[in-house]
């Protein structure tokens, strides 16, 4: 193997680790995009418990997960939320 197409293996391969990563980024559920971004601030663990929070880089909405669950809202989370809170759907009439 040459040395350009040692390169060319190298640039794709971390090209599509990229898009891997990407598509790996958490779901905002309130905007619904892609855009989560952890904050390292507030991640924790204490007997065996491991809290962290997410903050929305779009609509800045708080989310924390407990052991790597799924993203609760902030708020209810405090309140004592350990699964996501139902959301109620507005029906047209």
Do not use: W
Not at 33 to 47: E, K, P, Q, W
Not at 57 to 84: H, M, S, V, W, Y
């Amino acid at each position: 193997m040459t040395l350009v197409g040692f390169v060319a293996v190298v640039v794709i391969g971390i090209a599509l680790l990229s898009i891997l990563f990407a598509l790996e980024r958490k779901k905002c559920p309130v905007c619904t995009r892609r855009a989560v971004a952890m904050r390292f601030t507030d991640g924790y663990s204490r007997d065996g418990v491991h809290i962290v929070s997410f903050r929305c880089k779009q609509c800045r909405a708080e989310f924390r997960t407990l052991n790597g669950g799924p993203l609760i809202p902030r708020d209810a989370f405090d309140r004592g939320a350990r699964e996501p809170v139902p959301q109620a759907r507005v029906i047209g009439r």
